[in-house]
């Protein structure tokens, strides 16, 4: 890739006159040595996954593997039809397709990593529900991804994008980064825009905590991938404005780095802290984590 | 770079519910399967850190035997291994471990399998969102991430034995996209392993196991985003 920064990737894409997501697809053309067609195929059918996973958690309520979870997605989306939500419509929407996605997970069913499956709910919450608002087509949403993709490349490596190196802001706050930068320009924004949208949300998500209870991807996973949808529409509203980050998006990432190496291991997804140590939490361990008596030396 | 393309941040398509513990979980036991070269009789499979505080619940146990039965990390099968496995004539046995093994990510698993009078023995750390990077065989101490194929060359400590092999490369049009030589000691036993780009010709594994003093030849070829 040629690209390191979110700057380089700006960069070039203003010197060459191409989207983001436009270079993303040359450059996997590049580096995989594979046709333009077989790149956006696989594309396409990840988001035909994504699609799924959307009306599954809507329309065939899941329980989690451990049962803890499940039917939220649902309850969310029955109440935005009968009106009453405080959010608009597409607000609502984007929260309820993200909690369905997250809890489709949770149940063992099938979904993409974007860029993990802790925070697989993001991206496809703001990405179908945009679709249906806006009238997009399938293609659109698929050079989305690609945007989506360029801006994930370049924090996964100047950063971390797992909640056991880097905390709930590298997981779900890299997903929220990804998918704000990625709607600014599905709606026509700048490179640059797309970069404020980036710096904008990862701002909003540093120091977040991953203390999932008893381990599992569900408790506060799942509702926190339905905020983080909310929070990217949001943080692209703010760049499309033309509201500036005004710590560039790069050292925001650096920022996340940073924080993330200084973070307790207790709060990088062992369950040994916060929300998983609570009294509740330890109880609902009990029942679900891998038994002790099992271990050896 | 510990990302190398877009895929590796949108994707893989997977099983749920997490890509370190179970989508990563699935390709180390795969990588095991193929290093094997077929479905092994045994497994001992050693969960570390989070891997063995949470696997239950995280389906590890599962993922990892989908692996070792060569399910993709998105078959809806995954959910049933266990069994699958058993029915198949698999053994596998999972030892969670209280102590962590030293300077190795947070979560890893190390496999014992036996296949036809064989013992291989394979450490692997799931690093996020699927990905993986294998740093141990036989107990050598290597790295690679199966993202692309890669051949794993056992052989003795010779001048001139990395020559012989890149000129077979070469003869194939392969190209080599990262390469580590790894020896127990001078003179002694070495891996070699070497990432090329795309799957070449699989002839050139018949020819680097005709290579004097070359023990034995794996190709570990995933194959992932190659299917319909």
Redesign the interface.
């Known amino acids: 890739?040629r690209f390191q920064s979110l700057q380089q990737l700006k960069e070039l894409c203003e010197s060459e006159r191409v989207t983001m997501a436009e270079l993303?697809i040359t450059?996997?053309m590049h580096?995989?040595?594979q046709p333009r067609a077989a790149?956006v195929k696989?594309?396409s059918?990840?988001y035909q996954?994504m699609k799924e996973a959307v009306h599954k958690g809507i329309h065939e309520p899941v329980k989690?593997?451990?049962g803890l979870t499940g039917g939220d997605a649902k309850r969310v989306h029955d109440y935005m039809s009968g009106g009453a939500s405080s959010l608009d419509e597409a607000a609502c929407r984007a929260l309820a397709y993200a909690l369905s996605v997250s809890e489709?997970?949770?149940?063992?069913?099938?979904?993409?990593?974007?860029?993990?499956?802790?925070s697989?709910g993001i991206?496809p919450g703001v990405f179908v529900s945009s679709q249906q608002r806006f009238g997009w087509s399938d293609e659109h949403m698929v050079n989305g991804?690609?945007t989506?993709?360029?801006i994930?490349?370049v924090i996964?490596?100047s950063s971390?994008?797992?909640g056991?190196?880097g905390g709930c802001q590298a997981e779900v706050g890299s997903a929220i980064g990804?998918a704000a930068g990625a709607l600014t320009e599905l709606r026509g924004g700048s490179p640059e825009q797309a970069l404020h949208a980036v710096g904008l949300a990862l701002k909003n998500c540093l120091g977040l905590i991953c203390d999932p209870v008893?381990?599992?991807?569900?408790i506060p996973c799942i509702v926190r991938n339905g905020f983080g949808a909310v929070t990217a529409l949001a943080a692209a509203d703010m760049a499309l404005a033309g509201v500036r980050s005004v710590i560039p998006s790069d050292e925001v990432i650096g920022v996340m780095l940073q924080v993330g190496r200084a973070m307790p291991?207790q709060y990088?997804?062992?369950?040994q802290g916060g929300l998983a140590q609570t009294p509740t939490g330890q109880k609902l361990a009990k029942q679900?984590?891998?038994?002790e008596g099992?271990?050896?030396? | 770079m510990r990302f190398k393309d877009v895929f590796s941040i949108i994707g893989p398509s997977m099983i749920g519910p997490s890509s370190s513990h179970t989508a990563g979980a699935v390709r180390i036991g795969r990588v095991a399967r193929h290093l094997a070269g077929g479905l092994p009789e045994k497994a001992d499979i050693y969960l570390y850190g989070s891997f063995a505080e949470t696997y239950r619940g995280h389906g590890t146990d599962l993922a990892l035997a989908g692996g070792l039965m060569d399910f993709h990390t998105d078959d809806a099968r995954i959910k049933d291994s266990l069994e699958l496995a058993e029915q198949a004539g698999m053994e596998v046995v999972f030892h969670p471990m209280t102590q962590p093994l030293p300077h190795l990510h947070p979560n890893t698993a190390r496999l014992v399998i036996q296949r036809k009078g064989n013992t291989f023995e394979i450490a692997g750390c799931s690093i996020g969102g699927g990905n993986i990077e294998i740093v141990q065989i036989n107990g050598y101490a290597i790295s690679f991430t199966a993202n692309y194929p890669t051949l794993l060359i056992f052989h003795e400590d010779r001048k001139g034995m990395i020559a012989l092999m890149t000129h077979i490369l070469q003869q194939y049009d392969a190209n080599i996209g990262f390469m580590k030589v790894e020896r127990k000691s001078r003179s002694g036993d070495v891996l070699t392993v070497i990432e090329l780009d795309d799957a070449k010709d699989r002839e050139i594994v018949k020819q680097l196991r005709m290579l004097p003093h070359v023990r034995a030849v794996h190709f570990i070829h995933l194959g992932e985003g190659e299917r319909e």
């Open positions: 890739m993303m450059e996997q580096e995989s040595a790149i696989q594309m059918d990840y996954v989690s593997r451990s489709v997970n949770a149940s063992m069913g099938r979904i993409i990593a974007t860029p993990t499956a802790g697989c991206i991804l690609f989506a993709g360029a994930g490349y996964a490596n971390f994008v797992s056991a190196e990804m008893a381990g599992l991807v569900e291991s990088r997804e062992t369950a679900w984590s891998s038994p099992e271990q050896e030396g």
